[in-house]
């Protein structure tokens, strides 16, 4: 069968939306959403814990409530990791469902309650997202899947993110990026050119780690939002 221009559009709308139905009916959740935090040497214990409280405040701010809840019987799976040296990634949120309000409280209360592991060590970004693919493979089936990276440096050690997400399996996971400024100026540089990947990634750029639970805020209420299928011209 031949589609003439005028249709090709809407016969692409159909596909995908097949597609999205055919995933959604063997997934327990719509979104499989993993946070990792930069606990290198240049965060001080001030600025850490100003990253853990404001993850835990973004968490339960009514907006972000409101689009983690936004599907309830399609709800959001998170988990949280600290990151910084090769072999210094710990998990700080194992995988949870955010069925309710109760379950984002809670998984909230975990993440303020944290304490870092390690402080001495410098900034291995790479090693940081090959740790968090392992996270992936313990995660409930999803329909979509979102690495959520922040920091306030560029890689000093090891690897690189290009050589990761060669010989990683990146090939279905969106990573967006919260670089922090203040520390390093080619952060948000660094970020755009080499951390962030994937179709749709994007950065949330925080002024300080004063203004991370902001950033935080923001990213989470555009990365749990209900994805929408708009009409195309």
């Not at 072999?87 to 993440?111: H, K, S």
Request: overall charge negative; proline content about 5%.
């Amino acid at each position: 069968m031949v589609v003439d221009g005028k249709h090709r559009t809407l016969v692409r709308l159909a596909a995908l939306a097949w597609l999205l139905c055919a995933g959604a009916a063997s997934a327990q959740c719509r979104l499989a959403l993993v946070l990792g935090l930069d606990i290198s040497s240049s965060v001080d214990a001030e600025e850490d814990a100003l990253q853990r409280q404001g993850l835990a405040r973004a968490l339960v701010a009514p907006e972000v409530i409101r689009a983690a809840l936004a599907l309830p019987d399609e709800p959001v799976a998170l988990a949280v990791f600290e990151w910084s040296g090769r072999w210094q990634q710990d998990m700080i949120l194992d995988w949870v469902l955010l069925r309710d309000e109760t379950t984002i409280r809670a998984a909230a209360g975990v993440i303020a309650g944290s304490t870092r592991s390690y402080a001495d060590f410098p900034t291995a970004a790479g090693y940081a997202l090959g740790y968090a693919t392992q996270v992936f493979q313990s995660a409930p089936p999803c329909l979509f899947r979102t690495l959520d990276i922040s920091g306030d440096g560029i890689s000093n050690e090891g690897f690189p993110p290009t050589l990761a997400y060669r010989e990683f399996p990146f090939d279905d996971i969106t990573v967006n990026g919260l670089p922090i400024t203040g520390h390093d100026d080619a952060v948000v540089t660094f970020y755009r050119d080499q951390m962030i990947h994937g179709p749709g990634a994007f950065l949330e750029i925080a002024d300080g780690f004063e203004d991370f639970e902001r950033a935080m805020r923001r990213k989470l209420e555009r990365e749990m939002g209900v994805l929408s299928l708009g009409a195309l011209e």
